[in-house]
């Protein structure tokens, strides 16, 4: 099956830096990605949808300015982490899909995820 | 407002039971849904869906029944095996082939050998 890659697995960073997580496609060209987060014991909420070569669309609350989407190419988009605080320490999972005839499919494969702990 | 809810946080069952793992929506809008598997530190993988012109879908030891006129669905495992545990996710999908994922909570379901 498809595989998506996220990197890094896990990261710890002062509050104030940014971070910056990718996410690949390794055996397919995705034309869109998600990103989610995942707090402890919740669901995982959709922060944005990102198509190769435009602007990302942001879900209702989340900050664009602070998590910055960029789909650079159909197997690579990062999520950036701007001037980070302790509240956005989360799991942050990124999913590619393959849209096939322009409709919904069920093959949206996700990433093994991202840890974030900001101290 | 949460619109796909998974109301039993955990579920546990015995090796080779039957596991039946719930999720109800309001929204609806919603014609297709997913369920997924999810083991700590890792990405959901996909597990089955169902398409809301169907009322049920089976593929192996899964199978997920659809409800919509009570908006609930439900996945039945079995029979249910040690490897089966982890955290199952129920999703809902839009109308109009909208790839935009709308999740449940979660529900950590437990077997026991």
């Known amino acids: 099956g498809a595989v998506v890659s996220q990197h890094p697995s896990r990261v710890i960073c002062k509050s104030g830096t940014s971070v910056k997580i990718e996410c690949r496609s390794l055996d397919f060209q995705a034309t869109t990605m998600f990103w989610y987060r995942q707090f402890p014991k919740q669901s995982l909420m959709l922060m944005a949808t990102s198509n190769e070569g435009s602007k990302a669309t942001y879900e209702q609350g989340v900050e664009k300015d602070k998590f910055l989407i960029n789909h650079a190419s159909l197997t690579l988009s990062t999520l950036t982490v701007t001037s980070a605080h302790p509240e956005d320490s989360s799991f942050y999972i990124c999913s590619a899909s393959i849209l096939e005839g322009g409709g919904f499919t069920d093959t949206q494969y996700f990433g093994p995820g991202t840890r974030l702990t900001v101290l | ?113």
């Open chain 2, 1 to 113: 407002d949460q619109q796909v809810k998974q109301n039993s946080p955990s579920l546990s069952v015995q090796e080779g039971r039957i596991s039946i793992l719930n999720c109800d929506y309001t929204n609806s809008m919603f014609d297709y849904f997913l369920w997924y598997k999810k083991y700590p530190a890792e990405g959901p993988t996909f597990l089955i869906s169902i398409s809301s012109i169907k009322d049920k879908n089976e593929d192996g030891r899964f199978t997920v029944f659809l409800n919509k006129s009570a908006k609930h669905l439900s996945l039945h495992i079995v029979p249910s095996q040690p490897g089966d545990s982890a955290v199952y996710f129920c999703a809902a999908a839009g109308q109009g082939g909208s790839e935009k994922l709308v999740f449940g909570k979660g529900t950590k379901l437990t077997v026991n050998p």
